[in-house]
Nanobody, 121 residues
Framework: QVQLVESGGGLVQAGGSLRLSCAASGSIFSINTMAWYRQAPGKQRELVALITSGGSTNYAGSVKGRFTISRDNAKNMVYLQMNTLKYEDTGVYYC???????????????WGKGTLVTVSS
């Protein structure tokens, strides 16, 4: 079984910064894409940023230039540096990873339980 645990959320004023972390643990043979999603109150979950095992990244247009996703493959961790935060960045941020538990299994998608980010205006 694979677990994803997020940390780093909290309350911050608009214009401030936060750094989210996500640790993957358990039965892990390899991880390809890792990503951050968020869900604002009353809205659907949306992709914020993703990073491949090779380091290629993709960002939602609303965060491009303000957020940076990175990963540490040796530690099975992914990070999201969030700068110049806006009120509309408020939401629960979820870590997502495509994990192969053993060399004989296919990749499966896993989710963390989320960490709340609140940006005050």
């Amino acid at each position: 079984q694979v677990q994803l645990v997020e940390s780093g959320g909290g309350l911050v004023q608009a214009g401030g910064s936060l750094r989210l972390s996500c640790a993957a643990s358990g039965s892990i043979f390899s991880i390809n894409t890792m990503a951050w999603y968020r869900q604002a109150p009353g809205k659907q979950r949306e992709l914020v940023a993703l990073i491949t095992s090779g380091g290629s990244t993709n960002y939602a247009g609303s965060v491009k230039g303000r957020f940076t996703i990175s990963r540490d493959n040796a530690k099975n961790m992914v990070y999201l540096q969030m700068n110049t935060l806006k009120y509309e960045d408020t939401g629960v941020y979820y870590c997502n990873a495509n994990v192969k538990a053993t060399m004989w299994e296919d990749y499966m998608q896993y989710w963390g339980k989320g960490t709340l980010v609140t940006v005050s205006s």
